[in-house]
């Protein structure tokens, strides 16, 4: 007795229309489930790639930019172009100044000698306060 099955292309096999229809569904399920899987790792993964690429570009900018390796914004190239100009114009008048030509008008003029007049005033009453207390000092320094 022989319990070996002939099995050939010419076999008939018999099965239930509901188990067929059954095992199609759960192939189907189980390849959507797969590939779902898949899709769901290929978008971590390239997620994970563009966050990396951008902490290097962060990274890259924070080191960079205080250094002004990656240039610098409008404003402050406006704001040094005035420093320089502002300088430029600084030195040529601590150059006027230094030389005596320095730019003066009558209203200036009339300033600095009120100013001057002031200051010597104030020198003389300085000069009566130091005697006046010399001669405290000398008067008590008798007395004691």
Request: glycine share 4%; aromatic share 8%.
């Amino acid at each position: 007795m022989s319990d070996a099955i002939d099995v050939s292309d010419k076999t008939k096999f018999a099965m239930p229309i509901r188990n067929l229809i059954s095992l199609v569904a759960s192939v189907a399920v189980g390849v959507w489930a797969y590939f779902g899987i898949i899709e769901r790792l290929n978008m971590i993964e390239t997620q994970a790639i563009l966050v990396q690429a951008d902490l290097v570009k962060n990274t890259e900018f924070r080191i960079k930019w205080p250094r002004g390796e990656l240039g610098a914004l409008p404003a402050d190239a406006e704001q040094f172009m005035l420093i320089e100009h502002l300088s430029g114009e600084f030195d040529k008048l601590l150059h006027n100044i230094e030389t005596g030509k320095a730019p003066f008008d009558q209203q200036q003029a009339l300033t600095l000698d009120f100013y001057k007049q002031r200051i010597e005033t104030l020198e003389v009453k300085v000069e009566t306060l130091k005697d006046n207390v010399a001669n405290l000092k000398a008067h008590n320094g008798n007395d004691n």
